[in-house]
């Protein structure tokens, strides 16, 4: 009988266009046709197989049962009519099956190791014989993968529990993290450009430089920060080491199920039948640790050899048990908790610079050059016979004219009078400290401290509400907490009290709660509901915001509402004009109170279905994320008092336009100026609208079939359909910019449009268009051709959500939201917002004006009045690169094979190609970056010429009418010579990777547990540094007439991350001694028993290094990075020896690994052209014969002469000793770990910056620190 099926549509979904109601539809299509899906369901691990009698027969109708040994709780299922079985509803934890079929003995398998998201392979024989006989096996069953071809790895909890766990791992000063572990998995780097491993997951199988593309998972709930994909906050923030069972990582072949570019699953641990309970102290402190290579060299500040202090302590409580501990719900209910707190200590005595306590008086007799009185300008120059002046201070006026107004001594040379001091410089001042010496450099000694004091609880609560029902809460909080204010390594940041600290304190807050509720409709038919929230709320505090320190306390008005009146102002000094002595303090202040807040509402739901040899999941994720950014917390930024030389310079005539003076040169002092109220520049931000707030809703529906084909051949099919939608304002607050808009002002396209409807809007939430097309296959087989060997491939198509597709959620165009008001110095050089005697008042300004602002704001080099000044930076907000996702193409291929029940071995080829990729440049697109054609470097020194209508014509430059004459003919000539044009969405990367990946696991054997991976690979990328976002046409690269390139190919070459070879081995050992060994008596044991000892060790080549340079031959075209070849060297490039190699810890640059570039400009002598080579001269008009102007350098973005960075290896291990005591039945353990035991100096290279001084020399790598010993106690119950 032939059978026709008819579908019709019932997903008709009002919100969505009818062309998503379309693929929503045929999603359904999908689903219904032709099957079912398999797999574990999310989070969850499964048990599959097939029940075989002795003669090999499938045996249907056999009962299952799967009881969680911890919690006793029973799973139960039958083998279907060809004898198969699943059970994809079990949380991780060690099983006992039994199996039970009429005509059959009884069969227990024990010790069976359930993971998260994988699939035990368990296919038992049954022995004919009465249900009465029970035959038991304890052997811990084979654990070869043979229905997937799903990469990665699982940490167990026996292993991931006695590994040695760093507190301060990475040089970040935090709490032992569980998501350190992921960079140990191979596939997994932690080498990435952007971020640390306290804020991104690392870069998976080569995915680009940036890394963050890999989803992070609790319990199989997706928590994606809209404000950065690969975000591991969520986790290590509230989810302490002590409260994760275990964690998995995959890199490629998984199922449909899970989304992004490798993903990271953590189980938290939860409660059984009995009652547990511990109590643990982590312990750090410096006199544990040794000096390190660069620890004897004297701190400058305080000229004594100091260790760096850090004192960390962690400890916690875990409780688990049943929730009700009498009747039926003592088997019901079960909970479990963890409290973790951490609290760290250091300080850096680091030397601060102050105004001298003369200074502070108005005396500057002490500095050695002349400062001048701006209030004389007036006077002297009426005096003058040789042009404009100013009276130095202790000089004044004979009565007579002559050269400088003919001065004559009145007083102290230098000595500014008090009745000339500015009231609020005064109350600024008033608050130093007392100084440590009155030097003019490094007067005062700051002890610059720091703290964490942080803290995090984890609870889950399991119901069985009935043998169909379970029931599963996971609650998660953590805060972390500064001290206030936090210690700054970032040179030129205050680190004196408050308030001249820099002033930054912060204290984020973290939540993730997880509802599941999982629901057996038959046997084999089970769904799965799953509900996740997850919140990270990030404020900055300004440690100098208080009623005391305030602007309006100092005297200040004018100002608008927010920290411009309530904080203390950024009081900033430059140094004195080619001064002997760099006299300028320290700037005062400098961090803006600010608020991040990322949001995840994530809704899970499966179907789990079997039939026959299928096992299908269907089922969908939807995602509401929400990014909350206040740029100025109240409205507006603290005010900046900008203060500079000139004011209190000596003056002479200028080449400008009257009445604009130059200063003389080694003349004034910046704090000279401010005493007087002689502000350079006063500055601030003043919000319309200070919070945006981002919103992304994904929706992805997904189908997966686990098919059985034979006995020997499974496949893994799935598809997955992920509707990333673009970034939107909540509030439609937003600008980019339209290059079709005309622009009032300038007659010609190119404006400013803001979202919205209405009059000046372009009638949208956002100008990019929805991307409908990102369909994700996957395609798994495992074939098992013997019983100990599974050859396997997989090929997938991911999608990240890459920060709200196209672009980061904090890129929101803002432009036309905020005024940011700016009063310099006149062209006379004196303030233009003078604080001078009592005066506070700031100039009026125009406040912004948001969608009003029309489309010609921000426009600027025209001719037309109010808008002749510098363009406002603008995005472009790309209608279609914006909406694409970044995309991986992942392929694999390798074997698996069964050594002993315990030890497995997988090697694989693993490949990637991955597109639409965030880069480390910001300007790979060249008409959206806004810069110069290559086609115009024809014009040569033309494009330096101003754009005036002779220049213009002279040249044949086609520069558009309205531009200003004050700008060069090479900014008339860039796309929107009118603006500032940068590209928003500008993921336009690609990366390739190819690697051998091998993996060796050992299961707990003879006491032995470990893993070892490898992984030999190459991975070539565009994502870097840009010369150009054009094509480049031939003639215009040096020393290569002939070679021409298509846009961005001459960037393409092996990743700055390219990390070819990377060896982890991780392993525990339960000592045998007092067990097996040395046990002869209760004395033996006593001593020699209880011993475990646990190591990681990693090693790995190093990376490619970009040579860059600190300038480069003329080209307004180019963007200047790269370095240009010497085409005439012949020799090695690395020289001296291995990295580090005779050099000293208080000389680090006396040594340089990297041949030096000189010789002259007709005669080079090193690898490269050194910068000051490329210059015009008269011997050489048109630059460098090597790389003349108007080229493009033509050194390698990466590996040029194939130059890599020092690699490095570490060892660490943990010894824990175990007390039993017996009379509580508990156990002490303690436990010492050592880290980088070897105490092996991993160097950094200083600079790869040609022209730098410490270019190719060596200095210390902050990620990796010197030896160090940690000690822990723990005593369970």
Known sequence: MNRTLSVRCIFNIPVLPLRLNAIVCLMAVLLMAGGAIHAQLAGKGAVAGTIFDASGASVPGATIVMTNNATGIATTTTSTSAGDFSVATLDAGVYTITVTAKGFEKLAQQNVQVNALETVSFSPKLTVGSLGETVTVSTIPPQLETTNATLGATMENEMYSALPIEMGAYGQPDQRRATDFAFLMPGVQGNNTNGNATTNTGIVNGSGSRGAVSDVYVDGVAFVRAGGNGDPRYVWTAISVDAIDQFQVQTSGYSAIYEGQGIQNYTVKQGGAKYHASVYEFFR????????????????????????????????????????????????????????????????????????????????????????????????????????????????????????????????????????????ALNLQQFLPQLSNQNPQGNYLSPNPNALVNWSTTDRIDYVVSPRDTLTFVTAIGRQASSNPAAQTTAGRNVGPVPYNWGQAFAPKTAVGIVEETHTFTEHLVNQFKYGYARYNGPTYDSDESPQYSATAAGLSGLPVGAAQNAFPFVDFSSSIASPINNSPSWWSGNAPNVTLAENYTLVDNLQWVKGKHTFTFGAQIAWLLYNVINDTGGSSPLTLSNAVTETAGITPSSNTNPKYAAVSGTGEAYASFLIGQIDKASFTDYLQSEFGARFRPISPYVQDNWKITSKLTADLGLRWDYYPSVREVHNAESFFSPTLANPVTGANGALQFTGTGPGTCNCSTPVQNWYKNFGPRIGLAYQSDPKTVWRAS???????????????????????????????????????????????????????????????????????????????????????????????????????????????????VGSQGHFLPTDGGNPRGVWADALDPKYLALGSGLTALATPANCALYGAACPAKFTTSQSIATALKPFPFQSVSDTFGYVANANYNALQASFNMRPAHGLTFMANYTWSR???????????????????????????????????????????????????????????????????????????????????????????????????????????????????????????GITAANTTAISYIATSAGTQAAPTGPFIYPSQLAATSAFPNGSPFAPLYTFANGARTAAYNLYGPGNYQLDLAVVRSFPIHVINSKLDLRAEMYNVTNHTFFAVASTQLGNSSFGTVGPNANYNRRAIQLSGRLAF
């Open 285 to 424: 402190n410096t006199a544990l640790d040794t000096w390190g290579f660069f620890g004897s060299v004297p701190n400058p500040a305080t000229g004594a050899k100091v260790k760096p202090i850090e004192n960390s302590n962690e400890f916690g409580i875990n409780l688990s048990g049943p929730l009700i501990p009498f009747g039926g719900w003592k088997n019901k209910v079960f909970f479990y908790g963890n409290y973790n707190g951490f609290r760290y200590a250091s300080s850096t005595p680091t030397q601060v610079t102050f105004p001298t306590t003369a200074e502070q008086h108005g005396d500057f007799s002490a500095i050695g050059y002349p400062i001048y009185d701006p209030n004389t300008q007036a006077t002297c120059t009426a005096n003058s016979t040789n042009g404009p002046c100013r009276y130095q201070y202790g000089y004044g006026p004979t009565g007579a004219h002559g050269p400088a107004g003919s001065p004559t001594a009145i007083g102290a040379p230098n000595v500014i009078p008090s009745s000339e001091f500015s009231q609020v």
């Open 795 to 909: 090929y997938g198509l991911m999608f990240s959500h890459g920060n709200a597709v196209g672009g980061s959620a904090t890129s929101l165009g803002t432009l036309g939201f905020s005024a940011a008001p700016s009063f310099s110095a006149n062209g006379m050089l004196l303030s233009t917002a003078p604080l001078t005697g009592a005066n506070g008042a700031i100039p009026a300004y125009a406040p912004a004006l948001g969608v009003a602002s029309g489309p010609q704001f921000g426009t600027g080099y025209t001719t037309v009045s109010g808008f002749t000044g510098t363009p406002s930076g603008i995005g472009y907000d790309d209608p279609y690169v914006g909406a694409r996702a970044p995309e991986f193409v992942n392929y694999s291929f390798g074997f698996q094979h069964q050594w002993t029940d315990a030890f497995t071995s997988t090697i694989s080829y």
């Open 1019 to 1141: 991975s070539i990328d565009d994502g870097g540094t840009f010369r150009t976002g054009y094509a480049i046409p031939a003639g215009t690269i040096a020393n290569q007439p002939n070679k021409s390139y298509a846009a961005d190919r001459i960037e393409r070459s092996v990743s700055t991350t390219n990390q070819p070879q990377h060896v982890v081995i991780t392993g525990v050992w339960d000592v045998p001694f007092g067990k097996t060994i040395a046990n002869r008596n209760e004395i033996e044991r006593a001593i020699f028993g209880g011993f475990k000892i646990s190591e990681i060790f990693q090693a790995f080549s190093g990376s490619p290094l970009s040579i860059t340079a600190s300038s480069c031959q003329t080209n307004p075209a180019q963007t200047c990075n790269e370095a240009n070849y010497n085409p005439n060297f012949t020799g090695p490039v690395r020289v001296n020896g291995r990295w580090g190699k």
